[in-house]
C-alpha cells in the first residue's frame, strides 16, 4: 500500500466545506468527493448558477445539498425561519430521499428540512412551514399547492434547485416549474441536474439561469484498448437484495481472490459482516484504518488466508494484488473512470478477470455511460436461482472429489471403506462421503428466490421530451379532485385526459386502498413512480373503488412492482399489493 492515510473526509475540507458538515461526512463513511462533488461544490459555495448533467448514483444530491447547507444559519435573527433553498424533485420518493440526504449532513448544524408531496396530508406540512424551516424539498404540484395558499415563503430563497428535471418535465411539470421560479427571487442562484439535456431543457437553462458552470458527468471517452479485456457482467437488483444477490453470485463465480467496492466506510463494514456470515473469509479495508492494519489485511488476501477484500475506493488506490480474479462493485461506481480504474485490477498478464457490477434500477444510466467509456458492452445477467446455485455447488463438488481421485494418498482412507463395505454397497459409502465433502465445503442452505429485475431496452421507453400533450400531468396535483361516484379511469386530471400509457404487454395490478381510504390516482402514480424505475408515463389506466384500486403497468415491470411496493405507505396505509386476479 503506497497510498496517504486518509482518516478524515479530507477531500472534503479542501472543497472549503465547514466542519460541522465535515464531521457529518465523516460520520457517513465517506472518504473522497466524487467527481461532480468536486466540480460543482466549489462554484455553487462561489454563487455560481450551475447547469449539471449527471444520474442518480453519482452522488449530485450531496453536490447540491452541502452547498446549501453553507447557507443555514440556524438561530440567527431570531424568529421561524424562512427557506434559503428549495428544491424542486419529480417524485415523492425523491423527495423523502434527497430530504433526509440534506438532514443527515446537516444534522449537526440542526437544519430544519421539509419535503413537501402530494398524498400527504397537508395539515402537517402546514403546521411545519409555519414552524419554520431552512431548506424545502418538494414536488412541483404540492409546491404550487403551497404558493397559492401563501403558504410557502419564498423571499428568502438564495438558491432554488431542479434535480432531475427532465423527468419532471416528462411528467408534465413544465408549466409548475415555470411558475415556481417566476414566484423566487430574481437574484436567486439556479441549479439544474438532469441525466439528459433534450432541448426542453436547455431552453429552461437559457432562460432562467444566468451564465451557468456546466458539469457533465460520465461523458468522457478513452481511447479503445484503455480499458482492459475483462469479462464485464452487470445485474439488477432492489437495494434490498443486494447483500443476498452479492453472496448468491459469489458462491456462482467461486473467486480465488476477489475486491469488493463499496462506497462508503460503513457500507464496507456491514458487507464485510454479512459475507463472513456467509462463510467467506472477507477483510473489510479502508482508510479509517492505520498502515499497519492495512498491511496486515493485504499478508491475509496474499496468503490466501482471505479470499475476499472489501474495499473503498480511497483504501485500494495503489493497491497490487497479483492474483486477483474478480473485481465487484457493490455498487456502480460514481464515475465511469473510476470503474476502468477498478476493474484494471483484473485480467492483467493474459490472465482472464472478471467485473461484477451490481446496480440499482435507477443506476442503469450509469451503466450506460460505463458502456460509453469502455466501449465495450456489460452483459445483464440474471441473478443466479436457488437452482442454478445448486448446481453450481455440486459442479465445485465434483471438482474436488475428482481432484482427490488424482492424487496419491489415497490408500490410508481405505480401513473406513473396508470397515464399511460389509454392511453397505459400496456406492452408498461413496454417496455418504460426497454429501460430507459438499457440506464441509461450505455449500450455504440458501433457499430464498431473489426477485429478478426485468431489463428494460431503453428503446422500449417512451421518448423523452416529445408530444407532451397527452403526457401525465402533475403527479401530485393537491386535493382537487375529491371523492368521486364512478371508478376513476386515466389520468388524475379527470375521465378523459389521454395519457401515454405504457407500452407492449399490460398488467394490471390490485393494490389494496381504495376511495375509502381517500386514494386518488396520482397517490398511485405517485407512489408507484416514487418506488420503481417506472415513470408517470408506464402507467396505465387507474380505476379506483371503495377498497381497492386496479392500477395497469407493463407486464415485465409487474414482480418489481410488487416487490418494490412491499414495504410501501399510500396515504399513510400499508396497502397489500398482487397482480389482479381477473388479469391472470
Ligand atoms: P446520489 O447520486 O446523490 O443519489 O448518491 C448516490 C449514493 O452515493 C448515495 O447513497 C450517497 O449516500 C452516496 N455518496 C454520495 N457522495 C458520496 C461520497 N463522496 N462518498 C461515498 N458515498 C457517497
Request: some cysteine; charged content about 30%.
Amino acid at each position: 500500500m503506497t497510498e496517504d492515510q486518509t482518516p478524515q473526509a479530507d477531500g472534503f475540507a479542501d472543497l472549503g466545506l465547514r466542519p460541522e458538515l465535515l464531521r457529518a461526512l465523516t460520520g457517513l463513511g465517506y472518504e473522497e468527493p466524487t467527481p461532480i462533488q468536486r466540480e460543482a461544490i466549489p462554484p455553487l459555495m462561489a454563487g455560481r448558477d450551475l447547469l449539471g448533467q449527471a444520474a442518480t448514483g453519482t452522488g449530485k444530491t450531496a453536490a447540491f445539498a452541502l452547498p446549501i447547507l453553507e447557507r443555514v444559519h440556524p438561530g440567527v435573527g431570531g424568529g421561524a425561519p424562512e427557506p434559503v433553498a428549495l428544491v424542486l424533485v419529480p417524485t415523492r420518493e425523491l423527495a423523502v430521499q434527497v430530504s433526509e440526504a440534506i438532514y443527515k449532513y446537516g444534522r449537526e448544524l440542526k437544519a430544519e428540512v421539509l419535503p413537501i408531496y402530494g398524498g400527504q396530508p397537508i395539515g402537517r406540512q402546514l403546521q411545519v412551514l409555519k414552524r419554520g424551516v431552512h431548506v424545502v424539498v418538494a414536488t412541483p404540484g404540492r409546491a404550487i399547492d403551497h404558493i397559492n395558499r401563501g403558504t410557502l415563503p419564498l423571499d428568502a430563497v438564495e438558491l432554488v434547485v431542479l434535480d432531475e428535471a427532465d423527468e419532471m418535465l416528462d411528467m408534465g411539470f413544465a408549466d409548475e416549474i415555470e411558475a415556481i421560479l417566476q414566484a423566487t427571487p430574481d437574484n436567486r442562484q439556479t441549479v439544474l441536474f438532469s441525466a439528459t439535456m433534450p432541448p426542453r431543457i436547455n431552453n429552461i437553462a437559457k432562460r432562467h439561469l444566468t451564465d451557468p458552470v456546466r458539469i457533465e458527468i460520465g461523458r468522457a471517452s478513452t481511447e479503445p484498448g484503455e480499458a482492459p479485456l475483462v469479462r464485464q457482467s452487470a445485474y439488477l437488483v432492489a437495494r434490498s437484495h443486494k447483500a443476498a444477490a452479492l453472496g448468491r453470485i459469489l458462491d456462482v463465480e467461486a473467486p480465488a481472490a476477489a475486491i469488493v467496492f463499496c462506497r462508503t466506510r460503513n457500507e464496507v463494514d456491514d458487507l464485510t459482516e454479512t459475507l463472513n456470515g456467509r462463510g467467506y473469509r472477507s477483510e473489510a479495508l479502508h482508510g479509517g484504518m492505520d498502515q499497519e492494519q492495512r498491511d496486515r489485511v493485504m499478508g491475509r488476501l496474499r496468503s490466501g488466508t482471505a479470499d475476499l477484500l472489501v474495499a473503498t475506493d480511497v483504501a485500494a488506490r495503489g493497491l497490487d494484488v497479483e492474483h486477483l480474479t474478480h473485481v465487484v462493485n457493490y455498487d456502480v461506481p460514481s464515475a465511469a473512470e473510476a470503474y476502468v480504474h477498478r476493474i484494471g485490477r483484473v485480467g492483467r498478464a493474459g490472465r482472464e478477470g472478471v467485473a461484477i457490477t451490481l446496480a440499482e434500477p435507477r443506476e442503469r444510466r450509469l451503466l450506460a455511460n460505463i458502456e460509453r467509456l469502455t466501449r465495450q458492452k456489460l452483459t445483464i445477467e440474471k441473478v443466479p436461482t436457488v437452482a442454478d446455485l445448486r448446481a453450481r455447488q455440486m459442479e465445485l463438488t465434483i471438482d474436488q472429489v475428482r481432484e482427490a481421485l488424482q492424487a496419491d494418498d489415497l490408500d490410508r482412507f481405505r480401513v473406513v471403506i473396508d470397515a464399511l463395505a460389509d454392511e453397505f454397497e459400496l456406492t452408498d459409502i461413496a454417496l455418504a462421503t460426497v454429501k460430507l465433502v459438499h457440506q464441509a465445503s461450505g455449500a450455504t442452505d440458501d433457499d430464498e428466490e431473489i426477485p429478478d429485475i426485468p431489463v428494460r431496452n431503453d428503446r422500449d421507453r417512451p421518448q423523452r421530451g416529445t408530444d407532451h400533450s397527452g403526457s401525465y400531468k402533475g403527479g401530485d396535483r393537491g386535493g382537487s379532485s375529491g371523492p368521486r361516484s364512478k371508478p376513476e379511469r386515466g389520468g388524475p386530471g379527470g375521465q378523459s385526459q389521454a395519457r401515454r400509457g405504457p407500452q407492449g404487454d399490460v398488467s394490471r395490478l390490485y393494490v389494496g386502498v381504495g376511495r375509502g381510504d381517500k386514494v386518488r390516482p396520482q397517490d398511485l402514480v405517485g407512489a408507484i413512480a416514487g418506488e420503481t424505475r417506472l415513470s408517470g408515463g408506464d402507467i396505465g389506466a387507474i380505476r379506483i373503488f371503495d377498497r381497492f384500486a386496479l392500477v395497469e403497468i407493463p407486464t415485465d415491470a409487474v414482480e418489481d412492482v410488487i416487490e418494490a411496493m412491499r414495504n410501501t405507505t399510500i396515504r399513510g396505509k400499508k396497502a397489500a399489493i398482487r397482480r389482479d386476479r381477473d388479469d391472470a
